[in-house]
């Protein structure tokens, strides 16, 4: 059984005991969330829309974290102008603990 949730405007496919890096959350470690479900897919057939307006996807909070640095760095020809930024994306790894219909 796989479920897609939709978190900070991105969609994913999870499925039971995933351990998933998305948006950051305003979550403490070792709390419950829940995400919105889109579309569940199990061995009857794949539900959407009204079908799944009661289905839930719980999660537990892992981690609060970085992503790794990324370097932005802009740049113009022959005009000297040269600027280095660095950048970590905040995230937030959750655990799919249960998709329930």
């Known amino acids: 059984m796989y ?3 939709e978190n900070g405007n991105k969609q994913y496919k999870v499925t039971e005991g995933d351990v998933l890096k998305v948006e950051k959350l305003n979550a403490e470690v070792g709390s419950e969330v829940s995400f919105n479900v889109l579309m ?3 061995e009857n057939g794949v539900k ?8 839930k996807v719980t999660a537990k909070v892992e981690a609060q974290d970085k992503f790794r640095k990324i370097i932005v760095f802009k740049y113009k020809a022959k005009k000297n102008e040269r600027k280095k930024q660095g950048h970590r994306q905040p995230f937030t790894a959750v655990k799919i603990e249960k998709i329930s219909l």
């Open 48 to 55: 959407v829309g009204a079908d799944v307006a009661n289905a």
């Open 40 to 42: 569940v897919a199990d």
């Open 3 to 5: 479920a897609i949730i």
